[in-house]
Structures are given as structure tokens and as C-alpha cells.
């Protein structure tokens, strides 16, 4: 984890606005904002963490425990927060209603270059989200998911907003990383 140096440090070399600075501050010194619990096609649970030292949750086996392994062992991830701070996303609803909802990302991440909040999802899942709200979850026509209303709101922090769809882990790293992850 970044030392109060190694952060300003990052800060300026980023360019990270006062209000990006006060978001990322706020989330390191925070337990996270909701404990996880599982659900019915899910499995919870908690992985303890050597990159931050802590114990880190994670709502489901196929997807953010997969992530949570690649943030763990990937060099350009300094830091990883399971359910960071609530945000707010505001969007039409297919109706074209104005919806605002509070929403909970699985994690926030600090990357050598970057930092942002990450939402995983099952590819599947993101199929039926995108149909029931259209202007939340979209494929682009390369096949990444997104989500304007939430990149519209890290981006006004100078941050990142990102789906995490099951389709882009590689499963054979998973295994070598599970198989390797005691030595």
C-alpha cells in the first residue's frame, strides 16, 4: 500500500483534482460501505489479502473472485477497495423516465495510471440488465460492457467507471494462480 508520500506523489503525477483526492482518502480510510452476503446463484466470501493487508469480500466466486485474484497478483494495481463508497447514477429508464439511483461498486481501484471504481457482473447477467435498462448497461459493438451513467460521474473526478464482465477473465491464469498462490 502507498505510504502518505508515494500518494501525493501519485497525485501530482496524475493530476487528480482536490475532489478525486478527497473520494480516494475518504475510501482508504473507510471500512467498506456494505458487508456482502450472498445470493441465490451466488456464493460470498473473503479473501485474505497480502497486497493490502486486510481481508477483502467478494459477492461471487465466477466473477469477483476471479477479479479480486487478478487485482491481487497484477503489478500495476497498488491498491483495491471491496465495496467502496456509494455513488449515485443518474439515467433514462427505457420509458424514458429520469431514474437516480445509490449504488455500491464491488471495488475501487488505484492502477499505476489510473484510478477508478469496478463493477463485476456475469456476462449473462449484463444480457438481461441491458435489456431491462438500456442506458445503464451497453455493449459497445467490440463487446465491452458499460455503464455511462457511472462513467459520467467518475469521469466529472477526473476517474474511471468499468464493467467486469465474466467474458474477459482468463480462466487458465485463474488456475495458476490458485494453484501457485501458496508458494
Known sequence: MLDRVDLSLWYERLHLPESARAVIDQIRSSEPARHVGGGHLNVHGRYPSRKMGKIIQFESHQVELAI????????CILEYYDQPCTIPLAYSAGSGRALSVIH??????????????????????LQKLSEKSPNRYQRTANGVWRCPPGERFAGSLGLYYRIRSSDEI???LQRNLLFLEDY
Open 68 to 75: 479480486v485474484l487478478e487485482l491481487e497478483h497484477d503489478e
Open 104 to 125: 455500491t461498486p464491488d471495488f475501487f481501484v488505484l492502477r499505476k495510471n489510473a484510478a477508478g471504481w469496478e463493477e463485476c457482473k456475469s456476462a449473462a447477467e
Open 170 to 172: 482468463n480462466w487458465i
